[in-house]
């Protein structure tokens, strides 16, 4: 009797490693630095993010020239000349924060352009990761660079490079 449980146990044991899951890991941070159009995306991005900024600097100088002005001036003022100072100064603050939304917003022209520019590489690393996951039998593909939990990552499971391959970025 203690024979057939043994073997029965032993039988459990081999079956249930054989249906064992398959873990792997990427780090799509590793993986995006090396694929050269997502870096010349990066930098176009960041020359228009400059440009807008330098832009919205450039606006927010002329309202502190403005304020300026007319705390200077403002003993010379009559009161309805000082209500329309006022109002011009509020309405170029304004425009100035619209503007910096329509560029920096959540559906600014920046972020606008981010989709147009990394989405279409983010979804190719995506559809590689996919697809060596079906190749590997993989259940579970972590990314450690999008602070996934993992204390320890043994390299052999790293499957960084081989996405870079399957995108034609590495030998």
């Known amino acids: 009797m203690k024979k057939i449980l043994a073997t029965t146990m032993a039988l459990f044991l081999f079956v249930g490693m054989g249906i064992a899951q398959k873990f792997a890991f990427v ?101 590689a990761v996919k697809e060596l996951s079906a190749e590997g039998s993989y259940a579970v593909i972590f990314d450690t660079a999008s602070g996934a939990s993992i204390l320890y990552s043994n390299p052999r499971y790293d499957l960084s490079d081989e996405v870079l391959k399957k995108l034609g970025y590495k030998n």
Not at 48 to 61: L, M, N, P, R
């Open 27 to 127: 780090d799509s941070d590793y993986i995006l630095k090396n694929i050269p159009s997502y870096n010349a995306a990066q930098e176009e991005l960041n020359k228009a993010s400059e440009g807008w900024e330098t832009e919205i600097a450039a606006e927010y100088e002329e309202i502190e020239k403005m304020y300026k002005t007319y705390q200077s001036e403002r003993v010379l003022l009559t009161d309805e000349m000082k209500k329309k100072r006022e109002e011009e100064i509020v309405t170029k603050e304004r425009q100035v924060k619209e503007l910096q939304a329509k560029y920096f917003g959540p559906d600014g022209d920046l972020s606008k352009k981010r989709e147009e520019l990394v989405k279409p590489i983010q979804d190719a690393v995506y559809k």
